[in-house]
Every structure is written in C-alpha cells, then in structure tokens.
C-alpha cells in the first residue's frame, strides 16, 4: 500500500514537472517564428536531450528537419511522434508527406502492435490499471457479495489490458524503429565491416532494430529482411533508442 | 563519442562557411591494432547536405571500412553547429608511417577536402609475460613549470576485463587543465603469440611546482569475470567476478622552473600556433569587421587573453567573449580557442594597425616565443551619409514552404505544448503496487475460500459415519428433559433412516403411516407417550426408554 502511494506520489511530481517545464516549445516556437530555424530547431533538440521528448516537441523537430529538406530526419522525429500522438491528424499528414518526399525508402515497418496505431502505451496501460482498480476494489471490498462475475471480469481484462501495455512498452524499448539517415546503409550478413553485403538501405527506410552488437546493429525492415548496419547509419528518437545511438558504447 | 574537440576547434570557423577536417582516435598504432578515424563535416546555413559517404583513400599497410554517418547538432556557449561525422575503422598491418590523403567531401555544390593525416604504425608489442600488466608513469621524464603533461594508466590483459579502478594522482603540483580531462581507450592488439587487450587512460596535468616531483606507485583493482558465472549467467546480469589489485613502481618527475620571464609574458607553456582571419575586408568608415584569433597548442588556455584592445586614431576595438575548449587527441593534450576582436575604422584608407604580440614559453626550444598576429589589409571606404536608411541584403529568413497546393503542405509547428512526457516507468511501476493491491489480493482472497470450501468437503469426507439411533440410544443424557428429547431425536433419526430420507426433510406423520400397520401403532403409541411427557408435563412411563428401544430395533430390523 505504501508503495503503491509512493510511486503516485512520484507519478504526479513527474507530472507535475512536465506542467512546469512547458517552456522550451514556446522558447524554440519565438525562434521558428523570427525565422531562426537552426536555433529553434537546437532548442528542441536540447530539451528532448535533457529528457523524454513529448510528441509535441518531436513533431516541431520533424517539421524543423523537413523545412530544412532533411526527409529522413523529419520522418525519423514524426515516427517517434506518431508512438506519443496517434490520433493527430497533423502529424499523420506530416509524415505520409514526409514518407513521399524520400526515394526508395522501402515500405516502413510496422508498429510494434496494432493497437498502437490508435492509442499510446500510456492510454492503455491507465485503461488497464482504471479497470484492475475498479474490479479488484469492488472484489476484495465485498468479497462475498451476490454475483461478483461481472467485477472479476472487470478485474481481468484490467489486468488483460494492462499486460498489453506493458508488452507495449517493452517493444518499444527493446526494438525501437530507425530510420536511415544521411547516406545509403549498406545491410551485411554479420557485424564486421567486411562481411557480406545483403542489400542496401536508402535514406528515409524506416526499420526496427533488434539487437546492438559493437558498433553494429540488427535490424528488420518493412518488407521483413534482416542484417546488421553501422551504429550511425540510422536514427533512432526516444528512451528505447538511446542504446542503439554511436555516442552509447 | 562525437568528437567534440574537433566540433569545438571548427565551430566558429563555419561562419565561414561548411569546413571539413579528418582526425583519428590514436595517431600511434601498433601492428594488428585497431582505431577510429573520423571525418567531421561542421556545416553553416546555406551550406545543402553532404552527399555520400567520403572515399578514404589509404596505403595497402592499412585497412579502412566505413562505419556510417552520424549526424549532430551542437549548442555551446551560444553557438549552434550542425554537421555530419563519418567513422572509420583503421587496422594496421605493417609497420612505419602511414599517410592517408586528404579527403575530399561534397556539400551542396562544393567539394571540400581535409588534410592529409600521417599514422605512425609501431611494430606489436610482446604480450604481457604474466596474465595482467599494470604500469602507471608521464610519459616524458622531465618537464617545464606550467606544462601540460600526460600520465598513463595502462592495463595489458591476456583476459577479458570487467573493470579497472585506478586509484587517485594525488599531488598537490599537479592540476588538472580547466578545459579537458583524462580520455580512457581500450582496444586490442592482434599478436601472432596471443591477441591482448590494452586499457589505457590519458590524464592531462599541469605541472604546478618545480624540481624533482616524486609520486608514489599507483594501485589498480581489476575485476575479472569468472568463467563459471558467465556459464550460470548468459544475460550477464549476475555475473561474479574475481578482484586484483596491481601496483605499479613509484615514478619521479623532474620539473625545470621556467626562466625569468620578458615583460608581457601570456602565461602560456607550449607549442602553440596563432592565426588571425577577418569576416571582411572592404568595409565603409563606421562599419565593423570581425577579426577572429584562433589559438592552437599542446598547453593550456586556462587564464589567457589577448593583449588589451588599445584604440588608435584609425579604428577602435572591442573584444568579444572567447571559445575555448581543450582534451587529449592522438595521445597529446590540445587546447585550442578562438578569440573575436572586432575592429571599427574610423577613418578612411587602408587600415594599417600593428600586430598583436603574444609571448609564450615553448618547452622544446627552452625558451620564450613571440608571436605575431598581423591584420589583414582592409580598404575603408568614406561612409555614407545623409540618408540614414539602411540598405540590407541579408536573405530574409522563412520558415514557410515554397507556394504549394494544400494537400502537399505540410503542417506547421505547434506553438506551446508540453516538452517532454512522464515516464511510464513510473506509470507502470505505480500500476506494479497497485497490481499488487488490486490484483493479486482479490485472488488471494478467491485462493483462501477456495481452500476453506476444500478442507471443509476433505473434513466431511474424513468425519467418522453419524452414529446409528441403537447406538444414540447407549449414551443418553441423565437430564429428563434432555433425556427426552434425546429419545425424540433417536425416534425420529430411524424414522428417517427407515423411509430412506433424510432426517431434516423428514415428515413424522407421513413416515409413520408407510410402516406396516403394526408398527406404525407402536410409533404412534410412544409418540404420543414421548409428546406428551415433553410438552403436556405428563410423567413419561417406567419403561419409556425400553419401549423406544423396542421401536427403534424394530425400524432398523425393517
């Protein structure tokens, strides 16, 4: 009990804390305006370096890298948007004109579960817990009351629900998605400069990496082929990527 | 790591436009040794992007694969610099000096090209003779006052390490540059006797005192992962691992104090290189022009700055806030700055102001140096005057898209909005303690009247069979009225037992009238006996407990 108190506690700080730390899109905002795209565009930066970006502020970098005709950039930050604002119309608008700027790029890879096409993590862990709350209160409340069916069921798709998000969370974190950027990536067969080449990746393709091995990564791209790409080659945007960054060793 | 030492060193030569530079991560080799060799592209707006991955042209003593791009922006002390690195892996395979060419790289409609970069390739050392080698010392054995010098941490391993820990450079005429601190590498060297692995850690010091500065043996506690434990623990994440702890030999330094120092002495020890450049150089009286003063050295620049503005007749001077930075790069410390003076003629004709003096120490001549940084010629032109407008033709800078049709525009940025999102590791830590509470309780309470519904059917199961009404009868109460109503009950048990019902759904008058004729005229008899002396307040007969015994043989029998 003293836990769970704890960690709302923490929850609502941390909520708290984004409330007041709201500034940096109005800061990098007056720059866009004034015309000043690299500094506006480093403002956001810094404040999605400093901590978990929200979807607002990786949509205004998509837009920063898209005006500055970096597709694969702005693709890169409209994908890491899209996980945190699924519903928003913009920024579905944003990327599909983002996606026919590249050439090449591949058909993107999938999100990690269908769902979260129309609902973030967040969204469907706290449906998950509302409906474990409400069901596990009224059952361990009244356990002997007349027909408790309908709370356990309740309870269950609660705790269903809540397994969801948490498996959600975990293929965002473990398998965030990439997106090539710079230079075409050549795709080998092992994680060493002179294995084979497979295929090769154009800026813009959006791939899922799935494990980091040196300076390589194992990725999977839309149209389901594996193989290992330098660290650098793509850009992944979010906490789950941060592992497969050049500056991680 | 991006290499912000070379991000730093470039950041304000890109207000000159996109600049280009090629650095290594160990400029000195062995035989069978592996580095990094990074391409940095810092790129000012304007400038287009980079077009493909630059071609590093190298002798066949080499071998040099593309690692891939990796892009960056960088805000430091006000300035934003954007621009792509390029990474390389060096191999050495012969020994001697390697030159790899300038590399060229296209930005935009430009192609620019770095220096060539000189490899020094040393032939493998010998694996270390026992499993693990620790040595610890400068690497040169004297020094000047206010030098910057390296000490060397070196762990050569035969085995995989976990960890090293040094323990602390503890001196108080050492001090570590403001700008730059040690730099760890670890790689390993292919030898034909036994590949090892290299720790190394490079720490900068200035030498604060002077003559012999002893240090005493520095300890290093090594981890090794046991072999056991990464069978047990393929995740790695309860690895056991076995500690060492090496000491190395006490090592002196000898520290020359500098010479009586000439009147305008920077303060500064090293080889450095001064070079002066200007934004502009035809301007009109009143204008200004920007003359940067860029400082290159192995010393420090901790505490430096140019000799005072003076303003003359012809121009006067403001000096702007400086950019420093400073680190090891190719096993040497290297500070460099860039210092903004900027210059307002105040007369027309060719500016001519004498050249800024800067007397610093070089170690390797043993002697102080003068350097001299000369304005480039700039033609100053009458201003105008009169008008009082200002003509600009600065592009207007635009976040807007080209005129396109609605559908092919894309939307604008949001103007406010929250910046970041909470973590749902805490969101899914809380749902964790609620779970607990929630979910798992609710269940614990399903598992125990599970349980108890269990032991109570296991205990009907295991009870002993009710006691038939003959044997009630042996042991009845000595109270009359429990006694009584004791006999009732056994009556009324082998009633219920005769009809075959059970005893709580038994209708006494209905299973009296299913015995035989007989029998039933019995049960009535000394039912009426029984009712009367319970509820009437009649004395029940002598042989009352006789007869019902008669009746109650009489039903089992039946």
């Known amino acids: 009990m003293i836990r769970a108190l704890r960690c709302l506690v923490i929850f609502a700080a941390v909520l708290c804390a984004n409330l007041a730390n709201a500034g940096p899109v109005e800061d990098g905002f007056a720059h866009w305006e004034a015309g000043e795209q690299d500094a506006a565009r480093a403002v956001w930066e810094e404040a999605a370096d400093t901590a978990t970006p929200s979807g607002v502020l990786l949509y205004n970098l998509g837009v920063a890298w898209y005006r500055a005709e970096d597709y694969p950039r702005a693709v890169a930050y409209w994908r890491a948007a899209r996980r945190l604002r699924p519903r928003d119309a913009r920024l579905t608008h944003n990327l599909a004109r983002g996606r026919a700027a590249l050439e090449g790029a591949g058909n993107p890879v999938a999100m990690a579960w269908g769902w979260m096409e129309l609902a973030t993590v967040g969204e469907v862990g706290l449906l998950g817990l509302l409906l474990l709350f409400i069901g596990g209160l009224r059952v361990a409340l009244r356990p002997r009351a007349p027909n408790p069916a309908p709370w356990w069921i309740t309870w269950a798709v609660g705790l269903f629900v809540l397994g969801l998000a948490t498996s959600g969370m975990h293929a965002v974190s473990t398998a965030p998605v990439l997106v090539v950027v710079d230079a075409p990536a050549v795709v080998r067969g092992d994680a060493r400069v002179d294995a084979e080449e497979r295929f090769v990746l154009q800026p813009g393709a959006e791939v899922r990496a799935e494990h980091r091995l040196g300076d390589f990564v194992l990725v999977r791209s839309g149209d389901d082929r594996r193989g290992w790409i330098p660290v650098g080659a793509a850009l992944g945007v979010g906490p789950g990527a941060v592992r497969y960054s050049a500056d991680r060793n | ?558």
């Open chain 2, 1 to 558: 790591m991006v290499s912000t030492l070379w991000v730093l060193c470039l950041l304000v030569a890109s207000a000159f436009g996109a600049r280009v530079q090629v650095s290594v991560d160990d400029s000195q080799l062995e035989v069978g040794q592996s580095t990094k060799l990074h391409v940095t592209v810092v790129l000012s707006g304007g400038d287009g992007r980079v077009r493909g991955v630059p071609q590093v042209a190298a002798p066949e003593s080499v071998v040099v694969a593309s690692l891939g791009p990796t892009s960056f922006t960088q805000t430091t002390r006000g300035y934003t610099v954007t621009g792509v690195r390029f990474d390389y892996s060096v191999k050495a395979l012969v020994e001697g000096p390697v030159t790899i060419d300038p590399v060229s790289v296209v930005v935009g409609r430009d192609t620019l090209q770095t220096d060539p970069l000189v490899l020094e390739v040393l032939p493998a050392s010998a694996p270390p003779e026992t499993q693990i080698v620790a040595q610890a010392g400068f690497a040169e054995e004297t020094a000047w006052e206010g030098q910057v010098i390296l000490y060397r941490y070196e762990v050569r391993s035969l085995v995989d390490l976990h960890r090293s820990r040094w323990s602390q450079l503890a001196s108080d005429s050492l001090v570590r540059p403001r700008d730059g601190g040690p730099v760890r590498r670890q790689y390993v060297i292919e030898h034909p006797d036994g590949n090892f692995l290299v720790d190394l850690t490079l720490d900068p010091v200035i030498v604060a005192g002077s003559g012999d500065l002893e240090l005493a043996p520095a300890v290093v506690i090594i981890e090794i992962p046991t072999a056991s434990s990464a069978r047990r623990d393929p995740w790695g994440l309860m690895g056991r691992t076995t500690r060492k702890t090496l000491a190395t030999e006490a090592t002196t330094l000898k520290v020359r104090p500098l010479p009586p120092a000439p009147e305008g002495f920077s303060g500064l020890v090293g080889e450095f290189d001064f070079a002066g450049e200007v934004d502009e150089t035809a301007v009109v009286v009143g204008d200004s022009v920007n003359w940067t003063i860029r400082v290159r050295g192995d010393g420090t620049l901790e505490g430096f700055s140019l000799p005072e503005p003076i303003d003359t007749e012809a121009a006067r001077m403001y000096d702007g806030s400086p950019v420093v930075s400073g680190g090891v790069e190719a096993d040497r410390y290297h500070a460099q700055g860039s210092y903004a003076r900027v210059v307002v003629p105040t007369t027309e004709g060719a500016l001519a102001l004498p050249p800024l003096e800067v007397i610093t120490f070089s170690p390797a001549q043993g002697d102080y140096v003068t350097h001299r940084i000369a304005l480039p010629e700039i033609s100053v032109k009458p201003g105008k005057e009169g008008s009082g407008e200002v003509e600009s033709f600065a592009v207007e800078p635009s976040t807007s898209e080209p005129e396109l049709d609605e559908g092919q525009k894309v939307h604008d940025a949001y103007a406010s909005g929250w910046a970041t999102t909470p973590s749902l590791f805490w969101l899914l830590r809380g749902a964790g303690g609620l779970g607990v509470m929630l979910g798992i309780y609710p269940v614990l309470l399903w598992i125990r009247e599970a349980v108890q519904r269990w032991e109570a059917r296991r205990e009907a199961r295991n009870a002993p069979p009710p006691a038939t009404p003959s044997q009630q009868l042996a042991v009845l109460p000595a109270d009359p009225e429990a006694r009584l109503a004791a006999l009732d009950g056994v009556l009324r048990a082998a009633l219920a037992k005769s009809g075959a019902v059970d005893e709580g759904a038994l209708e006494r008058g209905a299973a009296i009238d299913g015995l035989p004729f007989e029998l039933a005229e019995q049960v009535r008899a000394v039912v009426r006996i029984l009712e009367r002396a319970r509820f009437a307040g009649e004395a029940p007969p002598d042989d009352l407990d006789a007869r019902v015994r008669a009746v109650v043989r009489t039903l089992e029998a039946a």
